[in-house]
């Protein structure tokens, strides 16, 4: 028997996120994928190292890298439609969960109960949260750079992401709003190298 699930997930770079606005630099979900488990581990070491938590640093990062992991099979829905009424989110919700089982189902049997864990998520636990505080930042990112391209289209979601994320108590998260996310309005001659 073959297990597909691996080769499904390779398909990741064909799916197009930001599918009804028009970018200067298209992002699909692999690479988004990335940004969001760099942005998570970053999160839950901060919330590790300086506010004394234990948090699964491992388990963070596993979430991130799968969290788009579904949409080889849905595809992304845009933003305005995923959220245009609580029945069409609940059903779009129970279509992710089906694909991902459909995903887990091309495993082997041992391994199906690890990765079902980062698959069909336990979205109550800090870990759940830190890594979707880290998928708004890493959108909240692709506006800032687009915005910095001059591309108008994306001034509206950078405002919206910016104002949901200022709203987090997870000390992490404000802690990587004040001191990290900054340095994305940046250029590159402004960026400091630490050479003189």
């Not at 948090?55 to 995923?82: F, M, S």
């Not at 779009?92 to 041992?110: D, F, M, Q, T, V």
């Amino acid at each position: 028997m073959d297990y597909d699930f691996f080769a499904y997930l390779g398909r990741m770079n064909y799916i197009k996120r930001w599918a009804l606005m028009r970018s200067t630099v298209d992002e699909n979900i692999k690479e988004h994928s990335f940004d969001v488990a760099m942005i998570a581990h970053a999160l839950a070491l901060i919330e590790n190292k300086m506010y004394g938590a234990s948090i699964d640093v491992h388990k963070v990062v596993c979430l991130a890298l799968y969290h788009e992991a579904g949409e080889v099979i849905t595809g992304d829905l845009p933003t305005p439609i995923k959220y245009f009424n609580s029945q069409i989110n609940s059903a779009y919700k129970e279509l992710e969960k089906r694909a991902c089982e459909k995903l887990l189902r091309n495993l082997p049997e041992e391994l199906k109960e690890v990765y079902s864990e980062y698959l069909l998520t336990d979205e109550e636990s800090l870990e759940y949260k830190i890594m979707k505080s880290a998928d708004r930042i890493s959108a909240y990112i692709k506006c800032v750079n687009e915005v910095k391209s001059g591309n108008k289209e994306f001034v509206k979601a950078k405002a919206s992401i910016g104002k949901s994320l200022k709203k987090s108590d997870v000390a992490c998260v404000k802690y990587f709003i004040d001191y990290i996310l900054p340095s994305f309005e940046k250029t590159l001659d402004e960026l400091d190298f630490g050479v003189e």
